[in-house]
């Protein structure tokens, strides 16, 4: 299948600024739900697959377009996989600053002594009538004592990719984007679509 416009079913500019670079070399037109005004899509999914096919399907329903949607957290070790799908939930009014603060005083009280996490990401790809395709991305890494660096979003500041012993807000965007859970996921839509 051949796509030549895609929407990105997602309102975070970070997020969305990502994917059209890690898509630049496909030469498709990419355009956000933002952009193209369509509604938010409420993730009522209990895992990161079932949000992002959720979000794919609703959102390719609306605009009659092949629509990728992800869906992608932080799990970490130490709090049996939390905040995982709930992320972006977790931070008391989206303010990461303050969720990086709270995890950071939930795995200092948590049993576990580990500081293992990783980040996941799920791609749904929605085509009018065609069967929803999913692409899975991980990155492994640490959780760093104190948040660092200005780069980046989200959880960025308290991440530690494997190999590295700097955060992703303090590797910034070159590095991450050969590295990060959202380009893998992207590689294997690549490998599929180009
Ligand atoms: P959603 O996929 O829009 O539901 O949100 C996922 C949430 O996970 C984001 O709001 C971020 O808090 C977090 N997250 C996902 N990917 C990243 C990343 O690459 N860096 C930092 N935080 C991330």
């Known amino acids: 299948m ?52 959720l979000k794919a399907n609703a959102l ?28 972006a939930r977790y931070a008391p009014n989206r303010d990461f600053n303050e969720g990086m603060k709270m995890l950071l005083k939930e795995m200092d009280e948590a049993e576990k002594k580990t500081r293992k996490a990783h980040f996941a990401c799920y791609m749904a790809l929605a085509c009018p009538n065609e069967k929803v395709k999913v692409f899975e991305g991980r990155v492994d890494g640490e959780i760093s004592e104190q ?32 590295i990060s859970h959202r380009r893998r996921a992207l590689e294997k839509f690549i490998k599929e679509f180009k």
């Open 147 to 178: 948040p660092r660096g200005d780069k980046g979003f989200g959880y960025d500041p308290i991440f530690i990719p494997e190999g590295y012993d700097k955060t992703f807000a303090e590797l910034g965007d070159d590095v991450k984007n050969q």
């Open 60 to 87: 390719s329903l609306m605009c009659g377009l092949p629509c990728l949607a992800d869906d992608s957290g932080l799990c970490i070790d130490a709090l049996d996989g939390r905040p995982g799908v709930y992320s």
């Open 2 to 53: 051949k796509i030549t416009k895609l929407v990105v079913a997602s309102h975070n500019d970070g997020k969305v600024a990502e994917i059209k670079t890690l898509l630049a070399p496909l030469h498709i037109e990419v355009q956000s739900a933002k952009e193209l005004r369509l509604g938010d899509v409420e993730e009522t999914g209990k895992t990161f697959e079932e949000n992002a096919k």
